[in-house]
């Protein structure tokens, strides 16, 4: 008998042809996770009939592996199983070995047979080993709302066994849909947006607009502790911090005062879009919620991109400020993204905002500024901060 870690996937499984592309990018991030919290174990990952099988050399803290495990996209659940040869009289014995420290009314067994020569079907395990936990403790079986659940995966050779298995994150591993780059301030929004790109397998960089020496030092620290709590669902990730303090000022003395928020996100989404092309990096990520503030009305938000011509992402785009604080709360952004902090976007915040930008009007404002020289400077005046 030895221990093991069975990690299952959902949505890979229907990749057909390019599911291999998939579990080997699942498969190496598993990996590095893993390396995180034991950097010095000597491990196998192994992918077994559609799971993916973690053996160490020794038994280690189940504490640490499954902090690991549930941050890894890609797994939609695991479990800390014990691995025993595929005899029913072993799997009895192992199941009430897992049963006798839990304290339960109610118990199910749950097998699946992927060996089809094994010689009873899955119902029939079930009722076996079933069966043997009644009659050693007294308890009943509940298939709808067990207290204690015993799954068995028999295999070719072997069977994999545990009780109760661990919630993952879902999604697609990382990297599996390529790059984008995530427009990341101190607030709620962003952060929860770059979640949701990792979801889908996307590996994010972020850039921080930031108005340094004219706002505090204490905001760009924030946004890079933000970056390092979104690093555990990705790894060495990157942040561009852009000086942007500079164009504001061209911007406020030379255009009209309504337009400022929407002058700042156009010359934003350009400076995101060059850096974004000199890095091979596919798409740019907002934390954009439709009709949140004045500047993400359907107008103003097609005045803003008309700048690019690389896709935005917009992953918040239909929710609201209360479910994405409670996502923040999820993923360990929250009591960092409510710290106080001087936004960018606030700095001399028009008292009348534009509500419904006009694209013409917006670029006859545009007309006074030298737009690829401000481009251009703040571009050469970024600093980039590995994280992680």
């Known amino acids: 008998m030895s221990q093991a870690y069975i990690c299952h996937y959902s949505e890979i499984g229907l990749k057909g042809k390019n599911r291999h592309f998939f579990e ?3 498969i190496q991030n598993i990996r590095k996770a893993l390396k995180r919290v034991f950097p010095d174990e000597r491990m196998q990952i192994l992918n077994l009939s559609k799971r993916i099988v973690i053996t160490f050399e020794r038994e280690l803290d189940d504490t640490l592996a499954s902090s690991a495990l549930k941050d890894v996209f890609g797994i939609v659940n695991f479990g800390a199983a014990r691995i025993i040869p595929s005899k029913i009289e072993e799997m ?3 199941c009430l070995d897992l049963f006798k420290n839990k304290q339960f009314e109610t118990f199910a067994i749950r097998a699946k047979r992927a060996d089809k020569n094994f010689p009873l079907i899955s119902t029939e395990i079930n009722s076996r080993l079933g069966s043997k936990v009644v009659e050693r403790f007294s308890k009943k079986v509940n298939l709808s709302n067990p207290d204690v659940t015993c799954h068995v995966e028999v295999d070719n050779e072997q069977t994999y066994i545990f009780i109760d298995k661990k919630k993952g994150v879902g999604g697609l591993p990382v990297e599996v849909s390529g790059k984008v780059l995530v427009l990341l301030s101190g607030g709620f929004d962003s952060p929860v947006a770059a979640y949701y790109a990792m979801k889908r397998g996307a590996y994010c960089e972020f850039i921080h607009f930031h108005s340094y020496p004219y706002t505090q030092k204490a905001s760009q620290d924030k946004v890079k502790d933000l970056a390092g709590v979104l690093n555990k669902y990705q790894f060495k990730s990157r942040l561009y911090m852009a000086p942007f303090a500079e164009t504001q000022k061209d911007v406020v003395f030379k255009c009209p005062d309504k337009y400022r928020i929407i002058m700042y996100r156009r010359f ?11 890095k091979g990096i596919k798409a740019i990520v907002t934390g954009e919620s439709l009709g949140q503030v004045a500047s ?3 107008e103003n938000i097609g005045v803003v991109e008309e700048t690019v011509t690389l896709p935005v992402l917009r992953p918040l785009i239909g929710m609201d400020k209360s479910e994405i604080i409670d996502m923040a709360r999820v993923i360990g952004t929250h009591d960092i993204s409510k ?6 976007c606030t700095r001399f915040m028009p008292r009348h905002p534009v509500i419904r930008a006009e694209l013409t009007k917006v670029k006859e404002a545009e007309k006074e500024l030298d737009i690829e020289a401000l481009v251009e400077r703040d571009l050469q005046e970024i600093e980039v901060v590995d994280v992680g």
């Open 339 to 344: 710290l106080p902090h001087d936004d960018v």
């Open 296 to 298: 993400q009305t359907l």
């Open 268 to 278: 934003m989404m350009r400076i995101a879009e060059r850096l974004a092309l000199q």
């Open 92 to 94: 009895e014995h192992t």
């Open 24 to 26: 080997k990018q699942l």
